[in-house]
């Protein structure tokens, strides 16, 4: 029987606006509590994560957990050089900020005075739309999926241009909905190029990370440059142990950006003071978008706007190859949780929010839906492979250790009553019925639309579910783009 899978958000209200977290306050015994939550992972034999925490422009906590070179022991340190993936969105973001601010574009510009090479898709396409995800555009991985690229293929901008530029049409029209992609930000990164006369790469580290001091930082336009200290990313093999999981990209603005957890905390701290670019700007990228009925989407300019247990937040989450990062930031309390990890079963953001658990304390409130019981064999049932019409997704659910997941993400789905699930922590809903009568069930090609390093992982002839998903505000820990193999 084919399947629906609905997504969606859950309404965060009555977010609070308190006081700034006096250091006073801080539980004194919150180093310890932090090295505690990343022991796991904290040995010789294993990937791992570095972790950061700031306190009103201080960085109070910061250590490596586990190895950065799993062939040559080398341990993660803070230090360690951590491909972030969609965490760089916020930067091209900035970028189209501040040459709106020069008023070199605006934001309400058609996409094609400046990408003329793309077809019109009937109503215009505006900057602001690749901005907020609310544009239409096919994922671009999925793309040169179908047309012929393998998993571990090289990517670069001028294959990224030649697929979007042979799309027929687009998702829906631009404007009504919200759908997250990457190929967004790819197109905005070469909108920075072709305006400002630089790369992106130069125009950030020149705008950016140089007035910031973010030595560590850069965008890398070529896979094989050498970046030292870098932390290589790892995926589990299914018979034990790791294996190499990188990705081989020469495009950039919706990732391939390396930094360290020192360096994201200076940008962090610009997101609260303005120090570069203005409090005008960062209060822009922090202020959500609207669909055309006025509808607030809850992401800013590269920025989540979603909150969490009752406080404001800022954030932002990473998926690529075998690196999993988070970036938190409590703008009321001043507080900055940037964690990065290069294991591809590591739940940074799961590990962030943990982490945010300890220092903010009884300033959180209980605002997560409880979860309900429900029998293993319900849970069962619901295994199986789904399609979404809509997006072009795949996403296969296991049951595993007694308890419904993603294949490839080991955040558990949590039973909440009324046929809904929660992702663990996460405050997005799922749920899975049965689709209408006339719904055709759909056998895919011999190979499900992923990309980049783990792809391989989804191929296969098995029949797969009819599915939709509503990605109104996509839900933290999975990106378009490779859906089983969770990037961006």
Request: aromatic residues 8%; neutral net charge.
């Amino acid at each position: 029987m084919s399947r629906k899978l609905l997504v969606s958000s859950f309404l965060l209200l009555g977010l609070s606006s308190a006081p700034a977290l006096a250091a006073g306050t801080l539980p004194k015994d919150r180093h310890a509590q932090v090295d505690a939550l990343f022991a796991p992972w904290g040995t010789k034999s294993t990937p791992g994560c570095a972790v950061g925490i700031s306190h009103e422009g201080t960085l109070d906590h910061a250590r490596g957990y586990g190895m950065s070179n799993l062939e040559d022991d080398g341990p993660i340190t803070p230090r360690s050089v951590f491909l972030i993936a969609s965490i760089a969105k916020q930067f091209t973001a900035f970028s189209i900020g501040r040459l709106a601010q020069e008023g070199k574009l605006s934001l309400d510009d058609d996409i094609r005075k400046h990408l003329p090479e793309l077809p019109a898709w009937g109503k215009p396409i505006t900057v602001a739309h690749l901005m907020h995800h609310t544009n239409g555009l096919r994922e671009q991985g999925q793309l040169l999926n179908l047309a012929g690229w393998r998993g571990d293929d090289i990517y670069t901008e001028a294959d990224i241009l030649w697929a979007l530029s042979r799309q027929r049409g687009v998702n829906f029209e631009p404007g009504a909905e919200v759908l997250y992609g990457n190929a967004a930000y790819t197109l905005l990164g070469i909108i920075v190029r072709r305006v400002s006369g630089q790369s992106l790469r130069a125009f950030t580290d020149e705008r950016i990370f140089e007035p910031l001091g973010m030595t560590n930082t850069h965008f890398r336009d070529d896979h094989s440059e050498l970046v030292p200290r870098r932390a290589w990313g790892y995926g589990p093999r299914e018979s034990g142990g790791w294996r190499l999981s990188v990705p081989n990209t020469d495009h950039y603005g919706s990732s391939n950006l390396f930094t360290t957890v020192g360096d994201l905390m200076k940008w962090e701290q610009n997101l609260l003071d303005g120090r570069v670019g203005g409090q005008a700007l960062v209060t822009w990228m922090r202020t959500s978008g609207r669909l055309n009925d006025g509808t607030v989407t809850g992401y800013g300019g590269g920025l989540r706007l979603a909150g969490y247990r009752g406080l404001r937040m800022v954030s932002h989450d990473g998926m690529e190859g075998g690196y999993r990062t988070e970036a938190l930031l409590f703008p009321d309390h001043r507080l900055s949780i940037v964690t990065l990890c290069n294991g591809g079963n590591i739940d940074a953001g799961e590990f962030a929010r943990k982490v945010a658990d300890v220092y903010l304390g009884k300033h959180l409130k209980d605002v997560m839906p409880p979860a309900v019981k429900l029998a293993e064999a319900k849970l069962a049932e619901l295994a199986g492979n789904y399609w979404s019409p809509q997006t072009d997704e795949v996403v296969r659910l296991e049951f595993k250790d007694g308890a419904l997941r993603q294949v490839g993400v080991p955040t558990a789905f949590v039973p909440i009553g009324n046929g809904a699930f929660r992702p663990g922590e996460s405050m997005h809903l799922w749920r899975f019925s049965t689709p209408k009568a006339d719904d055709a069930e759909v056998h895919p090609p011999g190979r499900a639309p992923a990309h980049g390093p783990g792809a391989d992982d989804v191929r296969g002839e098995v029949p797969q579910r009819r599915a939709r998903h509503d990605l109104h505000g996509a839900r933290r820990g999975r990106q378009a783009g490779d859906p089983l193999a969770p990037q961006g």
